[in-house]
């Protein structure tokens, strides 16, 4: 098995000013490197040695790395390390289709780089272990699929038929996930699903793959417990973090059980901690730490558990934690479960959830916590995040074009008037007057429109006071060109004296990104232009302590199978083409935890001038005062 000290890597310096740094680090973490400052040296190693991981140390992306890296491809089937300057992301994605493991940005010191390959590499080495079980027919996308797991040093498994499969399921001692076409002929493949999650978890999970959906087949499998699904050809970028995700999943509950497991066979006063186990386990007796399990220790970088022994609770959370946080601590009553910053021993803060429980133990009061690292989570949102923000500046980049239609029309018509007037020397001085009139109105608007969208636009995060009535209105006027080319009709019904002390920005991107959803499923599904309807209210709760914006469209509804799986990542019913799947995944994700509020989807009717509609209902509540610490 591969570890440490038996994993090779190869550094290729690209750049012109070439450092050691990293060949000495590496090398100082016990991994075996090499370097080479020339291509034929790089390719000469390549050819003799049996390489693990390549690290092309570049420069500024540019067509000459490319191709040095698109040559190593063909001389090797390792992963691929590339670090530069550029933080171009189409030149990201255009080398992404390299086959990359990673396209990092260098942005200061290589060491932090150097810790993110250190991880990287940890998780290459640990995939090993974890099977997957690909069940396709031979064809250009089952090939592509297994060179990308293979890539990330997956155990991979082909079975090309359901029947070899079913077989293959008798013979393996180990499996973290399935990949399966739906549409194999020979068999039913939730009939392969369920043998796998008896023999071995019945949280394994079955991503379907393939390039012809049934819906019908496809809701089915859904109810019946396929994961997820990936329409191909598929996304390269995509692929590889949807199958880390499930994988780290896959491990992450395992490890759960296994301490669950450890927990169970310790002496009576642990067992009581076996319901609360999440990651790292500490014990509390008046807020002091009185006892901790071996993931404790290394997650608070302590050398042993003497060390751990005595610390105060708010010892081990920044001393920046707003008051509230701090006070939820010390609680002895509750039994609760939240997000916290929590600090370890040298100081490094990272995010973590918290599962608390108080319970009394041999005459003792006793507080246990469970704490998951969310670090790897959060950072996987942060890509999740990116992807959404990239397909949201499509849509305003489609809404701008619809706005500027109009004007820019007028002003092409005013000034060719003004030409023809001269050419043929019948110049009006009124209606040349007239003429610039429009041009300068028409500029103007343009003018506005872009502050419009750039005011938008701005990442603002600062909690301000705002009429809830105005956001709606300032999305309409974003949508405005798109709706009236769509032919959509907007029905309002908004309280125009409501006052909301939060993040008017983000409230405005939820309502977007609602508004964007419904608008394109009633293109799709409602071809008569006159049942195109859109209706908003903006309205208090009868606590008279939330605001709520009420969007319901005509479009028929969501299907029941699948309205409680709308909010999940990547979930969409769109064509590959058309959506993520992200979009109302990071609007549930900004209301539930950048705003303290919560969305809500229904199927709902309602009459407009005497005829009856049916849609989705989206329901988003939000606090009329937002503390400072939600945002």
């Known amino acids: 098995m591969k570890n440490k000290q038996n994993f090779n890597i190869l550094i290729i310096e690209l750049g012109v000013n070439k450092s050691n740094i990293l060949f000495t680090t590496l090398s100082r973490l016990d991994y075996r490197c090499y370097v080479a400052d020339t291509l034929p040296l790089s390719y000469d190693i390549l050819r003799m040695e049996a390489i693990d991981l390549v690290i092309v140390n570049g420069t500024n992306a540019s067509d000459a790395e490319k191709y040095v890296i698109m040559d190593i491809q063909n001389l090797t089937d390792c992963g691929i390390i590339f670090l530069t300057a550029d933080p171009d992301t189409l030149k990201m994605e255009e080398f992404s289709r390299y086959n990359l493991l990673s396209y990092n940005i260098k942005l200061g010191n290589l060491l932090n780089i150097v810790k993110e390959i250190d991880n990287l590499i940890a998780k290459l080495i640990s995939n090993s272990l974890e099977t997957i079980l690909l069940i396709k027919g031979k064809n250009e996308t089952r090939d592509l699929i297994a060179e990308l797991l293979r890539l990330r040093r997956y155990n991979v498994v082909i079975c090309p038929t359901g029947a070899s499969a079913w077989k293959k399921i008798d013979t393996l001692n180990q499996l973290s996930l399935i990949l399966v ?209 990239m397909a949201s500046m ?13 004007p820019l029309s007028a002003i092409t018509i005013s000034a060719s008037s003004i030409l023809v007037s001269h050419e043929i020397g019948m110049v009006d001085e009124e209606e040349t007057h007239e003429q610039l009139e429009v041009i300068i109105e028409s500029a103007e608007f343009l003018s506005h429109t ?144 950048h705003m303290g509020g919560d969305i809500k989807v229904t199927n709902k009717s309602f009459s407009h001038q005497t005829k009856e509609y049916k849609g989705a209902n989206f329901q988003v509540i939000v606090p009329i005062e937002i503390s400072q610490s939600k945002s």
């Not at 991503?207 to 390269?236: M, R």
């Not at 849509?395 to 239609?405: C, L, P, S, T, V």
């Not at 319901?552 to 083409?577: C, L, M, R, W």
């Open 181 to 389: 076409d739906i549409n194999i002929a020979d068999m039913d493949s939730m009939d392969i699903l369920r043998k796998a999650r008896k023999k071995f978890s019945n949280i394994l999970p079955v991503i379907s793959v393939s390039k012809h959906y049934d819906s019908l087949i496809l809701q089915q499998n859904i109810a019946n417990g396929l994961s997820d699904f990936i329409k191909s050809p598929i996304e390269k970028l995509d692929f590889g973090l949807r199958i880390d995700l499930w994988i780290d999943n896959v491990k992450q509950k395992r490890e759960i059980e296994e301490q669950k497991k450890e927990i169970e066979s310790v002496l009576g006063s642990f067992r009581a901690l076996a319901n609360a186990t999440m990651e790292a386990l500490l014990m509390f007796e008046n807020n002091i730490c009185v006892d901790a399990n071996d993931e404790a220790i290394r997650m608070f970088e302590y050398q042993m558990k003497s060390q751990i022994l005595g610390i105060h609770i708010l010892d081990f959370v920044p001393k920046t934690l707003p008051k509230y946080d701090k006070e939820e601590l010390l609680k002895n009553e509750v039994n609760h479960e939240f997000e916290i910053d929590m600090m370890k021993n040298d100081e490094i803060i990272f995010p973590a959830q918290i599962k608390e429980r108080n319970i009394r133990l041999e005459n003792r009061d006793l507080k246990i916590i469970a704490i998951l690292d969310l670090t790897e989570i959060k950072r996987n949102e942060d890509i999740l995040h990116q992807q959404s923000k």
């Open 394 to 406: 499509g849509e305003m980049i489609e809404n701008i074009a619809h706005q500027w239609r109009q």
């Open 450 to 593: 872009i502050n419009d969208f750039q005011n938008f636009l701005k990442e603002n995060k600062q909690i301000i006071k705002f009429k809830l009535h105005d956001v709606v209105s300032k999305v309409l006027k974003l949508v405005d060109g798109n709706m009236k080319n769509n032919q959509i009709f907007v029905l309002l019904d908004l309280d125009e004296n409501i006052n909301m002390n939060g993040l008017e920005n983000e409230l405005m991107q939820v309502v977007l990104n609602i508004i964007n959803n419904a608008k394109d499923i009633l293109v799709e599904k409602i071809p008569s232009l006159t049942d195109r309807i859109i209706f908003i209210k903006a309205y208090l709760d009868e606590s008279k302590e939330n605001g709520i914006i009420e969007i319901q469209d005509s479009a028929g509804g969501v299907p029941k199978n699948i309205i409680s799986k709308i909010f999940e990542p990547y979930f969409t019913t769109k064509h590959q083409t058309q959506g993520t799947g992200l979009g109302l995944y990071m609007t549930h994700k900004m209301i539930t935890e």
